[in-house]
């Protein structure tokens, strides 16, 4: 993992020695460990900033109001225009931009998180969506210099799955559940209806 590692920030870095802000997506589906992944990538990557797709996450008040609180974290619990819309401000490089991010611990979005200064040459986004083949999902890779897709097994995904809600307390019954009846489901639909990505790393 560390030479791969390297050699995207090798990649990395020659795109952005033009002076030009480059934005990375790192896409995979959830329990495949973007957020380890993208914290090595960061730390290897000077002066890079990571702007979170999760802190779009719609608040558990609107979720319960919509029907759509045990289905958080599919595509559609998403502010997902709202993430265009950043990256697109993003892109522009045109002024400081404030971007939201997700507090697990209170389980909400926290806004104004996340401060990107104009001087920030290199930005590093992750989430689930990135490369989704859904309206508005699909309109994002344009605005993206280069695409990473993490792989992961469909029986790895669902082992880490199960052991993230027991690490949160529940039964193995319960575990199992949440598992299947939300997670699973919206890990497969990011394996069946992604587009391709530029690069693809396997991390398991």
């Given amino acids: 993992m560390a030479e791969q590692i390297q050699a995207l920030v090798d990649e990395i870095q020659q795109l952005a020695s033009t002076g030009s802000r480059v934005i990375i997506a790192i896409a995979g589906p959830p329990a495949a460990g973007k957020s380890t992944f ?23 008040s609107i979720l319960e109001s919509r029907g759509l609180l045990a289905r958080k974290g599919s595509p559609p619990t998403f502010d997902a225009l709202g993430y265009y819309h950043l990256i697109k401000r993003l892109r522009a490089d045109e002024e400081i931009v ?38 508005p999902w699909q309109s994002l890779p344009e605005l993206f210099d280069l695409t990473i897709k993490l792989s992961v097994p469909e029986a ?35 394996l069946e209806a992604s587009a391709k990505a530029d690069r693809i790393i396997n991390n398991f």
């Fill in 98 to 135: 404030i971007a939201p991010t997700f507090d697990r611990a209170a389980d909400l979005s926290r806004a104004g998180a996340i401060e990107i200064p104009r001087s920030a040459r290199i930005l590093l986004t992750e989430g689930n969506y990135l490369l989704l083949n859904q309206q």
């Fill in 38 to 60: 993208v914290e090595s990538l960061q730390q290897a990557t000077a002066g890079s900033v990571v702007v979170p797709m999760d802190g779009f996450h719609l608040d558990n």
């Fill in 156 to 190: 790895i995904l669902s082992e880490r799955l199960v052991q993230r809600w027991l690490d949160h307390g529940l039964s193995a019954e319960a575990a199992l559940q949440r598992a299947e009846q939300n997670d699973l489901p919206n890990a497969r639909l990011v």
